[in-house]
């Protein structure tokens, strides 16, 4: 297995290497860069804004129309000076490949620099919206599965009963139902939309949340997760409960449960003595993974929709703003996760079943 875990840990290197060029040479075609942000502010909002960006003086000058301004859209016009400390400022009079040099450079040493309009680092911004993502990624996988699991038992002990047709209906529509979707029609039923105004539609939490009582916080922290989480655990639930049933029906056809039920054992001891282990396999295994995308996939709609502050939202506006240093950063840390936890389930899969061996199979 040490063998195993150091070809897999070697091989992220040049994983997460190649991620990260692809991302870098797309970005290097795309247009609207920051470069052209701030030409659009300089263009749209007079001399305040060239202000901001030269620290006072006069950089528009006498205007001109070089040709070395008007690769960049909207430049026309502006001082070539200004251009070139526009580049510098944002690092783009390097070039591309020196560019990317440095940036994997200090993102091994995990410095990922200060965000380009926000005026600080990248690394004070995740940490500073991560407790959002969080809070989500961990109670809609405690909800899934606190639910998915007994229900799915059920529906497979309950194969082709009623329960089992009219449960698989309402998880199916429910499925079906962008989580988007849903959260809109909960904020027009619950949120102060067309009916109810029960529920909050920003924040984590009340902006009188410190002066709360003890028993008061957590309630006031439900009350504004529950609509989110609501929406975000309708693909989770669904995903799981069909995946526990049909692990939990292939055991359960298998020789041993027979010759379990032969020997007299009771049906509760031969479901949760014997077969709840072999079913569990695959559920618990992917546990991390399953983590992973609640964490950080499934929850940039929610985010906005709600107007909570969380990684999702971090990511789109740094996207929408050609805020380079956000975005690379977050494709970087999210990747190097998603690299480990794809390593954390093959050995939560040996844990739970010594019979797996990695190391007699290629990587």
């Known amino acids: 297995m040490g063998a195993y875990i150091l070809r897999r840990l070697l091989l992220m290197i040049p994983t997460v290497v190649g991620i990260m060029a692809i991302s870098f040479a797309v970005v290097?075609?795309?247009p609207g860069g920051p470069v052209e942000q701030v030409i659009s502010q300089l263009t749209g909002q007079s001399d305040s804004a060239s202000d901001r960006l030269s620290g006072g003086g006069d950089l528009m000058g006498q205007q001109s129309f070089?040709?070395?301004s008007s690769r960049y859209r909207g430049a026309q016009g502006l001082d070539p000076e200004l251009i070139a400390k526009l580049e510098k400022q944002f690092g783009f009079d390097k070039p591309p490949l020196t560019r990317f040099g440095e940036m994997m450079w200090n993102y091994i040493r995990f410095d990922f620099g200060e965000s380009f309009f926000r005026?600080?680092?990248?690394?004070?911004?995740i940490l500073d919206?991560?407790?959002?993502?969080?809070s989500l990624g961990i109670w809609i996988l405690l909800f899934s599965y606190t639910i998915s699991i007994p229900l799915g038992i059920r529906k497979a002990v309950k194969d082709g009963s009623t329960f089992d047709v009219w449960t698989s209906g309402v998880i199916i529509i429910g499925y079906a139902v962008p989580s988007f979707l849903f959260g809109i029609l909960l904020i027009v039923v619950f949120a102060g939309g067309s009916f109810f105004d029960w529920f909050p539609l920003r924040g984590l939490v009340s902006d009188n949340f410190a002066s709360l009582s003890w028993w008061q916080k957590p309630l006031d922290y439900f009350w504004h997760l529950l609509l989110p989480l609501i929406s975000l655990s309708l693909a989770a639930f669904a995903t799981t409960t069909l995946l526990t049933k049909n692990s939990f029906i292939e055991e359960i056809k298998k020789q041993y449960v027979t010759t379990a039920r032969a020997k007299g054992l009771t049906e509760h001891r031969v479901l949760y003595g014997h077969v709840f282990r072999n079913a569990m396999l695959i559920?618990?295994?992917g546990f991390p993974g399953a983590f992973i995308s609640a964490f950080f996939t499934g929850s940039l709609l929610i985010e906005n929709i709600f107007s909570l502050d969380g990684l999702g939202r971090l990511g789109y506006l740094s996207v929408v703003n050609r805020d380079y240093p956000i975005v690379f950063?977050?494709?970087?840390?999210f990747s190097l996760m998603g690299l480990f936890v794809g390593l954390i389930s093959d050995l939560i899969?040996?844990?739970i079943d010594p019979r797996i061996d990695f190391e007699r199979r290629d990587v």
């Open 283 to 285: 559920i618990i295994a």
């Open 119 to 125: 005026n600080t680092s990248v690394i004070n911004l």
């Open 329 to 333: 950063a977050t494709l970087y840390i």
């Open 349 to 351: 899969y040996t844990w």
């Open 129 to 134: 919206k991560m407790p959002v993502s969080i």
């Open 28 to 30: 290097q075609f795309a």
């Open 66 to 68: 070089d040709d070395s």
